[in-house]
């Protein structure tokens, strides 16, 4: 007679076979790790194979882990009846769940699925929301209710904070810090440290980096909010420190956030990140008043020029391009694309810069030549971010 286990088992595989399994959800943990909650596993594809994700839910963080089918298959009966005394397979019409009793005694158990879930296979449908719901950071500011459900009114904020890391994780895997272990990302202008919390979850949960988080912001009651947050949920490697992008002292720095630095602190932001060789900088930035008193009008765009909203449209366009041009410069491949307006700014524009691997000095000639050529035809004085570098010799003369 065929054991509940293999049954289970039997059952898997048929639905793994037809397209038909939604998620495996294993629970009343009696493992080793203490901290171990469950774990949640769905069938995914990766490049055209067929997958099982794990979620190794713990109390303060989640380890994700992709394993070929047949791989996923084995992990699953090295730990049902082992680590976990429950083992739910759902199917889009039915939830079986094998139990064990301490006894060691299994017993399988068929029911109605409690609700309609389509299974999927598609990879980039997990990747929609690169953090779960349920993680304790957004509980504790406010993102989440006490039953880890969203708040409506942060929904917006919800969906600004996984759009931000599905940015930062593509820029981190195709970084020079893909291979390293330890990461120390700084964040100015963290505020409230919606974006701080979740970048430090995401790498140290979902990645299992050793990373080292850092938000900045000019107002010590953020300052303290952040800390305390942080503190009451144990999150070892997460700090917020009061100070001013133009004077703070970050020692070395991996990744550079300043999300929503005004005028030239974004300049400033970006001369710390490139000063202290960070191979990632990302920018959101707002307010252009240093460009724009210098613009001359030149001919022919001096008719349409004359417009205060091209004008500012202008400036903005210019302060942000020639920033991206002198990144380029001193050696970081750039882009500017429109990314999910913040709270503070009804401003949609982010500098995503990653630095090469190697450098490439007829490029940064050329590229400061075409600085040149821009600045002469505006007859702009002075860019902020182009005086920092000089001051400090980062930039060679085209």
């Not at 158990?109 to 990747?127: D, I, L, T, V």
Request: charged share 20%; with cysteine; net charge neutral.
């Amino acid at each position: 007679m065929t054991s509940p286990l293999d049954q289970f088992f039997s059952l898997l595989q048929t639905h793994l076979n037809q397209n038909t399994l939604v998620k495996i959800v294993l629970g009343n943990h009696v493992g080793p790790v203490d901290d171990l909650v469950r774990v949640l596993v769905r069938p995914v594809t990766i490049k055209g194979q067929a997958c099982l994700s794990f979620v190794h839910r713990h109390k303060t963080r989640d380890i994700i882990k992709n394993l070929p089918a047949a791989e996923g298959v084995s992990v699953l009966q090295s730990m049902v009846g082992q680590d976990f005394r429950n083992a739910h397979l759902l199917t889009p019409t039915e939830d079986i769940q094998l139990a064990f009793s301490k006894k060691g005694k299994a017993t399988l158990r068929f029911g109605k699925a409690e609700h309609q879930e389509p299974a999927s296979q598609e990879h980039n449908r997990q990747k929609e929301r690169l953090l779960a719901l349920d993680r304790p950071f957004l509980t504790a500011l406010g993102v989440t209710d006490a039953k880890q459900a969203l708040i409506p009114a942060m929904s917006r904020k919800w969906k600004q904070i996984n759009k931000f890391i599905e940015v930062f994780g593509r820029a981190l895997s195709t970084s020079q810090l893909a291979s390293s272990p330890d990461i120390h990302v700084v964040d100015f202008g963290s505020g409230k440290g919606y974006l701080t919390f979740a970048i430090h979850d995401y790498l140290q949960s979902s990645l299992g980096l050793n990373a080292q988080v850092t938000g900045v912001d000019l107002k010590q009651d953020m300052v303290e909010l952040g800390n305390t947050a942080a503190t009451k949920l144990g999150l070892a490697g997460l700090r917020f420190d009061h100070g001013d992008v133009r004077n703070y002292q970050a020692g070395t720095v991996n990744v550079m956030i300043a999300l929503h630095a005004c005028d030239i602190a974004t300049d400033y932001a970006i001369h710390m990140g490139i000063r202290t060789g960070a191979d990632i900088i990302m920018c959101s930035p707002c307010c252009h008043k240093q460009i724009r008193p210098q613009l001359l009008s030149p001919h022919p765009l001096r008719p349409i020029l004359q417009h205060g909203v091209h004008l500012g449209q202008e400036a903005e366009m210019l302060t942000d391009g020639l920033r991206a041009m002198l990144l380029e410069a001193c050696g970081y491949d750039t882009q500017v694309f429109e990314f999910i307006s913040l709270e503070h700014t009804n401003k949609n524009k982010m500098i995503l810069a990653i630095k090469r691997a190697s450098d490439a000095p007829d490029k940064a000639v050329e590229t400061l030549t075409q600085i040149q050529d821009i600045k002469n035809f505006y007859q702009i004085q002075d860019h902020c971010l182009e005086s920092l570098l000089k001051a400090e010799g980062l930039l060679n003369a085209a």
